[in-house]
C-alpha cells in the first residue's frame, strides 16, 4: 500500500486567505506531482517535481505555487484563494525511472472549496 | 486532437461478462501505458502497466497494446460489482518533459 498523506482532507475557507495544502510521502520517491480534478471531469497535472529544489509547472496554468526542499514534502500554496480555486487536489508520487515513471501513487486528495 | 481518447461511457455490462475499455493515443513516441482505477469520491489507484505491443494478464485483467494502431484496451473478465469505477487510461511520454497524460475516463458500471 502507497504511503503518501495529504492533508487536510476537506477544507472550506473565504475569499482572499492563504492556503497550503500539504503532502508527504514516505517512499523516497524522487517524482511528485500535483493534479486538479472537478467531479466527474479529467485530471488537470498542475505542478511536478523530478527532486530537490525542481520544480516546474504542469499543463494546466494555476495560480498556486510549490515548493520541494525536502524529498519527503511538497506543499502547494495558494496566496489568496478564490471560488474558481474550489476543485479536489491530488498529490502522486513516482520512484520509478525510464519508463515505470508512470506508475504514480497517488494520495487521498484535498477537496477545497472557497466561499 | 486529444492526447489521450477514450469513451466517456458509460459502459454498462451484466455481472459475470467480460468489460472491454478501449484508449486512443496520439503521440507515437509513448513509451509506457496504464490503467487506472478510481472509484467514485476517491483517487485513482493503478492497477495495470504495459510496456510492449500485446497482451499482460493480471488476474481478472487483461491489457493490450498495439503501438502501431496507438491502441490500447483493457478487459476485465467475470466482471463484479465491485468493479464499477472510471477507468483512466494514461500514456506516458519521455523526452524533455517527462509527463504522464491522462485519459478523461470511461465510467463502467457491472449490473447484478
Known amino acids: 500500500e502507497a504511503d503518501i498523506y495529504q492533508t487536510p482532507r476537506y477544507l472550506v475557507i473565504g475569499t482572499g486567505k492563504k492556503i497550503t495544502l500539504e503532502c508527504s510521502q514516505t517512499?523516497?520517491?524522487?517524482?511528485m506531482y500535483w493534479y486538479q480534478q472537478d467531479p466527474g471531469m479529467e485530471l488537470h497535472l498542475i505542478h511536478y517535481s523530478y527532486g530537490v529544489n525542481s520544480t516546474e509547472k504542469g499543463d494546466l496554468s494555476s495560480e498556486s505555487t510549490v515548493s520541494r526542499i525536502r524529498t519527503e514534502h511538497f506543499p502547494l500554496t495558494l496566496e489568496s484563494a478564490r471560488p474558481s480555486h474550489t476543485s479536489q487536489y491530488l498529490c502522486?508520487?513516482?520512484?520509478?525511472?525510464?519508463?515505470?515513471?508512470?506508475?504514480?501513487?497517488f494520495g487521498e486528495g484535498s477537496r477545497l472549496t472557497v466561499l | 486532437q486529444k492526447e489521450v481518447e477514450q469513451n466517456s461511457g458509460p459502459l454498462s455490462v451484466p455481472e459475470g461478462a467480460i468489460a472491454s475499455l478501449n484508449c486512443t493515443y496520439s503521440d507515437r513516441g509513448s513509451q509506457s501505458f496504464f490503467w487506472y482505477r478510481q472509484y467514485s469520491g476517491k483517487s485513482p489507484e493503478l492497477i495495470m502497466s504495459i510496456y510492449s505491443n500485446g497482451d499482460k494478464e493480471d488476474g481478472r485483467f487483461t491489457a493490450q497494446l498495439n503501438k502501431a494502431s496507438q491502441y490500447v484496451s483493457l478487459l476485465i473478465r467475470d466482471s463484479q460489482p465491485s468493479d464499477s469505477a472510471t477507468y483512466l487510461c494514461a500514456v506516458f511520454l519521455s523526452g524533455g518533459y517527462q509527463k504522464v497524460t491522462f485519459g478523461t475516463g470511461t465510467k463502467l458500471q457491472v449490473i447484478p
Open positions: 502522486a508520487s513516482s520512484g520509478g525511472s525510464g519508463s515505470y515513471t508512470g506508475e504514480l501513487f
Open positions: 517512499m523516497g520517491h524522487d517524482k
